[in-house]
């Protein structure tokens, strides 16, 4: 720099990142020839970036423009300012999520850009400010993502806890099913709800994985194959030796309270005389973050032939089959009485290869059993 008319100066430092369409001051009323600038801190550019400094002794003012250049984008940054990591909340109190975005090249995100989200509940929302009422229980990690116009993006995280002051349990079911799809008869076992121990309320949670246990008396049921239902069925053992058959489930994602665990393809193999009981246990059942739930077990009471689940074999059975067949008379499921019909009683009369269904063959067996025919067995008699 040099000027005839005097010796001290005072220099300017702008940049622009849009080729000179708009300036930003860098430093002012600079004494010395020397600025640090760290060009993370500035909007990049694909060589369009400009300097120009602005140089004064008072009177006069002189510039200089350097030529185009590359300035690196750099990534957004994504901040959580509340809740706090490990914070405790109530189910259903205000849990008010607030965060921060910031880009160097678009300045402050908000709105759209900022997304929430948690691994239990999923998307929650968008903008800098989300307040919710509606988490449900568990420890939920709270992601707060930030998206820049360039498609680049940020997260923070967090871990809170919602409900730390229910102890959770859950009520089981397990009813009479028939598989539309090859009609195949057993019991499915269901979860009916989620609750409080201590005050019996109803609770929504998001369960990740079970494992349960079937007892029974193998010379009266058989258990033939276990299906998946609302979870992903990982591992089965079934050991009619023993009369016990085990299976375990996940789910990534969580799968609501009111919930499908599996479908076990059922077999009555005994006499028509033998009361035959079955009781399903969940061993373990946890939810998203990995709490455990107690359930109480369920036992189901079966009689090989008893369609009409009295406690007898008569001609009554036949005719309910027969009914079920053609429309007249439904199939039992949650509720067992006399105006259903017990499809596993009623399938298991004869047994059809790999699994059993009912057909009208099922209520023939049974009318030759009566006129003594068949034994107790539904074998032929010599």
Not at 119 to 135: A, C, H, K, R
């Amino acid at each position: 720099m040099s000027d005839a008319d005097s010796t001290e100066h005072t220099l300017w430092v702008q940049y622009s990142a849009d080729g000179g369409a708009t300036w930003a001051i860098l430093g002012t009323a600079l004494a010395g020839t020397t600025l640090v600038v760290d060009f993370d801190d500035l909007p990049g550019s694909a060589n369009n970036s400009l300097l120009r400094v602005l140089a004064s002794d008072g009177v006069n003012t002189g510039e200089a423009t350097s030529g185009l250049f590359t300035v690196t984008k750099t990534l957004p940054v994504a901040e959580i300012i509340f809740p706090s990591d490990g914070d405790e909340f109530k189910l259903g109190d205000l849990v008010w999520l607030q965060g921060r975005g910031f880009d160097a090249d678009d300045g402050t995100l908000a709105d759209a850009s900022i997304q929430w989200e948690s691994n239990i509940d999923g998307i929650l929302g968008n903008g800098d400010d989300l307040p919710l009422t509606s988490l449900v229980r568990g420890t939920h990690t709270i992601s707060m993502i930030v998206t820049d116009g360039d498609g680049n993006q940020a997260t923070d995280t967090i871990n809170i806890i919602v409900g730390a002051e229910i102890v959770l349990a859950a009520d089981a079911s397990v009813d009479l099913h028939q598989d539309s799809a090859d009609m195949a008869t057993g019991v499915r076992l269901n979860l009916t709800r989620a609750f409080d121990l201590a005050t019996g309320e109803n609770v929504s949670a998001r369960l990740e994985t079970f494992q349960a246990r079937l007892t029974y008396n193998s010379s009266c049921i058989n258990i033939l194959e276990i299906r998946g239902e609302d979870f992903t069925i990982d591992s089965f053992t079934i050991d009619d030796t023993t009369g016990v058959a085990t299976f375990s489930g996940s789910s990534t994602s969580g799968v609501d309270t009111l919930a499908i665990l599996g479908f076990a393809v059922t077999r009555l193999a005994g006499s028509n005389t033998q009361a035959c009981s079955l009781l399903v246990e969940i061993t373990n059942l946890t939810e998203l973050g990995g709490t455990s739930v107690a359930v109480n077990p369920v036992t189901l009471e079966f009689r090989r032939g008893d369609a009409r689940a009295d406690g007898a074999i008569n001609i009554a059975d036949a005719l309910f089959i027969a009914q079920n067949l053609v429309g007249l008379r439904p199939a039992c499921t949650d509720v067992v009485d006399t105006n259903c019909l017990h499809s596993v009683n009623a399938a298991s009369v004869r047994h059809d290869g790999n699994f059993d269904k009912k057909t009208i063959a099922d209520a023939l067996f049974i009318a030759q059993h009566l006129v003594g025919l068949r034994n107790e067995f539904y074998n032929m008699v010599p």
